[in-house]
């Protein structure tokens, strides 16, 4: 057995969804109706019992206050006329059957109203009253109900029992036609409300059925666009997968390399003093036992070099920030970087600046990197000189320059100089640099170059007014 989903149009699914916003309107309109005439017709009920007592002696035989027949009418048949209606509107609220039957019986109250007051004209306005409440229903035949109920009783009481309605014991036969022509004329003016009424009801359905297909079809888009953006995520972070595994490659291959050749020092020196040492007495008078004894130590320490470099670049601590002037931080640094007699370095920066917030050994050790790198960069045949600067910017930022007079960076190294494992040196892992931008990066700022051949290079670094506000 094979099925097939029939997709509906736009109109179709706007109409659908009209249709049933309007059923539930005009359901929740009809429920609410019939408890204001449940409501109402308790009220009546209290209203007759009153009339009975207080009005009817006076309107009727006996001219008499007293307990007669009027007010067991107004208590038994005003009960019985509520019973029926009111269990409806609690057992089936907003059916077609409670519409008609409080309609009806609302009628047979303005007739029992009538009749307790001997026919006055002005409990006849009761009528009119209840069919303007009846059209609350926005159900037109409702109208008709009532109204035929209208007709007969002023029929039939006009024809055996005309005090009861228009207080008097004999009138004229087409005197009912005048009561019933102007039901009938506030009949067509209710009906034509209750149409209105109708149309106004299904207007607000469609107006509201077109606002939440419009939502429903913004909710599927962004579903759609968080869907789209997943993937793309999921693609971005597979990219980046892939673009770290081709890294590591990379990084074993420059890292093999470096370290190779360190260690074959160290193997060599090991292989030679194992031999001495196994003649301890030919190792005492041997000059060479301590120069590769020295070795040894260098190139073990040029392997820690740059076993803490990658360290440095791969893991990625958070940031500790605090308040930290940047005069004694960069002092601090020229203190720790290695000496040359023909280099002077010198630290400018105003003590005036605002304090930033930063990561203080992490910026420490960036500053270390800088001014060392630019002490290398001076020839060692001639003197030097490397000026580190700063001032303030604008809406609170700090430039930083750190400057020298060397020889400059070529110009087909300069867009690859912060690129990891790029170098240029002899003995170097290519990894100073990158990590100086990353940090720098992580801090919110930025790291720029600037270099003549021949003139000397110039590191700038801007740090925003978040990562530069005081202290």
């Known amino acids: 057995m094979s099925t097939a989903a029939v997709e509906c149009t736009p109109e179709q699914r706007l109409e ?25 017709m ?32 107004a208590v038994g048949l005003g009960g019985a006329l509520n019973a029926f209606p009111i269990c409806l509107v609690w057992l089936r609220p907003g059916s077609a059957l409670t519409r008609h039957v409080v309609a009806i019986s609302q009628m047979l109250w303005s007739a029992l109203l009538i009749h307790l007051t001997g026919g006055r004209i002005e409990t006849h306005f009761h009528i009119f009253g209840s069919l303007a409440f009846l059209a609350f229903y926005r159900d037109w035949p409702v109208l008709l109900s009532a109204s035929g109920v209208v007709a007969v009783d002023h029929v039939l009481r006009g024809l055996y029992l005309p005090e009861s309605i228009y207080g008097v014991d004999s009138i004229q036969g087409w005197r009912f036609l005048e009561h019933v022509f102007w039901v009938a004329t ?34 599927a888009k962004s579903i759609e666009l968080d869907r789209a953006l997943q993937e793309l995520c999921a693609a971005q ?6 673009e770290k595994l081709a890294a590591v490659g990379q990084l074993a291959a420059s890292v ?51 076993i803490s470099d990658l360290l440095d670049f791969a893991r990625e601590r958070p ?41 203080r050994e992490q910026f420490r050790q960036v500053l270390i990197n800088l001014v060392q790198n630019a002490v290398e960069a001076i020839p060692a045949e001639r003197a030097g000189q490397v000026v580190v600067r700063a001032e303030e910017g604008g809406e609170g930022s700090l430039c930083l320059r750190v400057v020298d007079d060397g020889e400059g960076i070529p110009a087909n190294v300069l867009p690859h100089i912060f690129e990891p494992l790029f170098t240029t040196k002899a003995r170097g892992t290519g990894l100073g640099l990158a990590i100086v931008a990353s940090r720098v990066q992580r801090h919110g700022g930025s790291l720029n170059v600037s270099s003549q051949r021949g003139q000397g290079s110039e590191f700038i670094i801007q740090l925003p007014g978040a990562a530069a506000r005081a202290a």
């Open 42 to 73: 308790g009220a009546q009920w209290v209203f007759a019992i009153a009339l009975a007592l207080f009005v009817s002696p006076y309107s009727w035989e006996g001219r008499a206050r007293e307990l007669h027949l009027h007010v067991y009418m």
């Open 319 to 359: 940031l500790l920030l605090q308040p930290c002037p940047l005069r004694p931080l960069v002092e601090e640094a020229i203190g720790v970087v290695p000496p040359r007699e023909s280099v002077s370095v010198l630290n400018q920066v105003p003590e005036q600046l605002p304090v930033p917030m930063l990561d």
């Open 186 to 219: 506030m009949d067509l003016v209710l009906i034509r409300s209750c149409t209105g009424g109708k149309w106004e009801m299904r207007q607000m359905a469609e107006r509201q059925a077109i606002a939440e297909l419009a939502s429903e079809r913004e909710h």
């Open 237 to 242: 972070a597979q990219a980046i997968r892939v």
């Open 16 to 40: 659908e969804r009209t249709g049933r916003l309007f059923t539930q309107h005009q359901q929740e309109v009809w429920r609410r109706v019939d408890r204001l005439f449940a409501g109402l």
């Open 256 to 306: 093999g390399h470096e370290l190779r050749n360190p260690l074959a020092a160290v193997r060599n020196a090991h292989t030679y003093l194992a031999k001495r040492l196994a003649k301890p007495e030919q190792a005492v008078g041997d000059a060479r036992v301590p120069q590769l004894l020295g070795l040894m130590d260098r190139e073990l320490g040029n392997c820690a070099r740059i």
